[in-house]
């Protein structure tokens, strides 16, 4: 089976504009949730859908949204960004109690 | 609240040699899953080795095996015979069903020559 795939790898942007990262999980997988990846705050879950809904949700500003589609694919949306939003975000698929991840996106917000 | 604690920011170890990273964590829970994960200077999450809590025998996956203590909340990673090609950041990380994983902050292994 194909691993879970992000897209795009790596993206420069500016402060205040939006950005739309992809994640396309394992086949037959119908959950996907988000974290992002700084070296101050480590690894933070940022949301988690099942089947078109959001599960869970953690603690970052209403300018982080996500979706799920119908087959599974996940986007998630930063609007305003900030210069703190620059970090890694990856996108993992779950099989029953088991997350596998994606390669990453990096975000660099000048 | 969930809780992973990883005490050892660094370590080192010599090429074929063992090594042994360390893990607490806490839950209010019975029945929850521990994993490790390593990531490489590529950034790619990968899965080392998982272990269902309420199962006492010692998950092991190859060179790597781990210490289990539910009673003192302990997960230790071993890793036999290491290789340089197991030089990455390690993390621990705990998952409750209905809940979300959450990571330790890490443990950056070298893998010496």
């Known amino acids: 089976k194909a691993g879970v795939t992000q897209t795009p790898r790596y993206l420069i942007k500016t402060r205040g504009q939006q950005v739309t990262l992809s994640c396309s999980p394992i086949?037959?997988?119908?959950?996907v949730s988000w974290y992002q990846q700084t070296p101050g705050q480590g690894l933070q879950f940022l949301f988690e859908?099942?089947?078109?809904?959001?599960?869970n949700k953690g603690n970052f500003p209403g300018r982080f949204s996500g979706r799920q589609f119908s087959n599974s694919r996940s986007e998630m949306n930063v609007s305003t960004l900030e210069l703190g939003d620059s970090a890694l975000y990856l996108c993992?698929?779950?099989?029953?109690?088991?997350?596998?991840f994606g390669p990453g996106t990096r975000l660099t917000v000048l | 609240a969930q809780t992973v604690t990883q005490s050892q920011p660094e370590m080192s170890v010599q090429e074929a040699e063992t090594v042994t990273l360390s893990c607490t964590y806490d839950?209010?829970?019975?029945?929850?899953?521990l994993f490790w994960y390593k990531q490489p200077p590529s950034r790619q999450m990968i899965l080392v080795i998982r272990?269902?809590?309420?199962?006492?025998q010692n998950a092991t996956e190859n060179r790597f095996s781990v210490n289990f203590q539910k009673a003192a909340k302990s997960f230790s990673l071993k890793i036999s015979d290491s290789q340089l090609g197991d030089a990455a950041m390690y993390f621990c990380?705990?998952?409750?069903?209905?809940?979300?994983?959450?990571f330790g902050a890490g443990t950056i292994l070298r893998v010496k020559s």
């Open positions: 272990q269902e809590a309420y199962k006492q």
């Open positions: 839950t209010s829970e019975s029945d929850y899953y």
């Open positions: 859908y099942f089947s078109e809904t959001q599960r």
């Open positions: 990380a705990l998952y409750e069903y209905g809940n979300k994983l959450v």
């Open positions: 086949s037959g997988h119908r959950s």
């Open positions: 993992a698929s779950r099989s029953g109690d088991t997350q596998y």
